[in-house]
């Protein structure tokens, strides 16, 4: 099992707008080789922001490199994205293998 | 779905002590009402320290708070760990609530 989590810190009081961008895009993972699950989750809230993570289960890191690299990928993040004021900072990807 | 992610940062070196430390204890999670699965994941490694991340979904975070306050949490807690150079600082907690 390998693990991507991308973490966005979202403003607060921006977080409705982050959520319905998800809610109506297309993740376009459907049928990709070697995906296996999806989830957006919300995390803590502090005094300034809302931590989320998009986390996406595949069967391997080479399965997730892949799709990196396809056309499911430019479609999906070719879409409509929150606006530029919703972010603190730049998403942070981390990547996990699974040991036990 | 409510995920649980304790976060460990391990020293250079110190990788595999903390994985056989792991390997070896009993989780005493089978059986909990509300767990639904439980993973060991290693993230990145840069100069200093490999990530790794517990990683545990909950039907609900009533079912996995209801847990911390159980006898199976304070078994599961009360075994052996890594002896106290593994870690760079503590151990840090994260949950999150599925959204999507």
């Given at each position: 099992m390998f693990l991507a989590m991308n973490r966005f810190k979202i403003y607060k009081g921006f977080e409705e707008g982050f959520e319905t961008v998800w809610r109506e895009r297309e993740s376009f993972l459907s049928g990709v080789p070697g995906f296996k699950q999806f989830a957006l989750l919300r995390g803590q809230t502090n005094d300034e922001f809302t931590l989320y993570a998009s986390h996406s289960v595949w069967e391997s890191r080479d399965a997730f490199d892949a799709w990196t690299q396809s056309d499911s990928f430019r479609k999906a993040h070719g879409q409509r994205s929150a606006?530029?004021?919703?972010?603190?900072?730049h998403p942070q990807l981390e990547t996990f293998e699974q040991v036990l």
């Open positions: 606006p530029k004021g919703t972010y603190v900072g």
